[in-house]
């Protein structure tokens, strides 16, 4: 599993950010939404999420979508070891 590939750590994550600018990129893009504070719709958003977007038809074909390609690459091994 792609999981079991690397371990993700702080450091590899400065390493990784070191080496790739738009993997640096990505990793600032990810911390500044996972600090922003939530909204006070935060429970209206998640119920009509839940409710709405969650049962829409086109929801479930793109999860569906998602959820395969994770099974694909979830049966793919990395032979070579990579070290730092």
Known sequence: ???QWID???ELEATLSKKSSSFKLAVQKYQKIKN???SENGDQFRKAFR???TQSKEFQDL???F???VKELNTVK???NITR
């Open 1 to 3: 599993k792609l999981n």
């Open 51 to 53: 409710e709405i977007v």
């Open 78 to 80: 990395c032979t070579k």
């Open 8 to 10: 993700y750590s702080p």
């Open 63 to 65: 999860l569906s979508a």
């Open 36 to 38: 922003k504070p939530q």
């Open 67 to 69: 959820n395969s390609k």
